[in-house]
């Protein structure tokens, strides 16, 4: 399980530059992170995992919702796999809180919401889930659901850089260089 985890987070990195082409009407211009190992934990027992979820397990209701996203045991529904990645997220799923920000952010089953995106994302960092603090960060970056704010995107690439995300190091490195210099004069 500790593997499983371990890929997922670091498969979640290699996607964190991804920028949407010019071409792409559909591109979400935040460029958020992509969870391309959720399809490794879809339910094989519909019935057991709507159960479960229905008895507050969290993580089962994740698995039920990535069934429901990619279609794997059950039909393609991905309105009711956003549904279940909110019901896992406000059980505490930190994954689940990124999927729920993905579907927003993507309109995927959902009406496309920058504002509900980031909410999701901003949950799964308060989980200290680093790919939620880097999409947050973009978030936060590009001023899509909340307000563009560089210095708070890079205090979240921070956090997300102390849990070993190198490109989440070099984003507020580059975020802080650039940004203006600030001077209180009242201090």
């Known amino acids: 399980m500790k593997f499983l985890l371990l890929f997922c987070f670091v498969a979640t990195l290699f996607a964190c530059d991804r920028k949407p082409k010019k071409d792409d009407a559909n591109a979400a211009p935040s460029s958020s992170v992509v969870s391309i190992a959720v399809g490794f934990d879809a339910c094989t027992d519909?019935?057991?995992?709507?159960?479960?979820?229905?008895?507050?397990?969290?993580?089962?209701?994740?698995?039920?919702?990535v069934t429901y996203q990619l279609g794997?045991?059950?039909?393609?529904?991905?309105?009711?796999?956003?549904a279940l990645f909110?019901?896992?997220?406000?059980m505490k799923?930190?994954?689940?809180?990124?999927s729920a920000?993905?579907?927003?952010?993507?309109?995927?089953?959902?009406?496309?919401?920058?504002?509900?995106?980031?909410?999701?994302?901003?949950?799964?960092?308060?989980?200290?889930?680093?790919?939620?603090?880097?999409?947050?960060a973009i978030m936060l970056e590009n001023?899509?659901?909340v307000p563009k704010d560089e210095w708070n995107a890079a205090y979240y690439y921070d956090v997300a850089c102390k849990a070993g995300a190198k490109q989440a190091c070099d984003k507020a490195g580059s975020l802080r260089a650039n940004a203006p210099i600030v001077i209180d004069a009242g201090r």
Request: aromatic letters at 12%.
């Open 101 to 136: 920000g993905q579907m927003f952010e993507y309109a995927h089953g959902v009406g496309r919401d920058f504002v509900k995106a980031a909410s999701f994302y901003k949950s799964a960092c308060d989980l200290a889930f680093a790919p939620g603090c880097f999409n947050y």
């Open 46 to 65: 519909i019935a057991f995992c709507q159960k479960q979820c229905d008895e507050g397990n969290a993580g089962e209701c994740r698995r039920l919702a």
């Open 86 to 90: 909110e019901k896992a997220c406000t």
């Open 143 to 145: 001023g899509r659901g």
């Open 72 to 82: 794997k045991g059950a039909p393609k529904d991905e309105a009711h796999a956003t």
């Open 93 to 98: 799923s930190a994954n689940a809180c990124v």
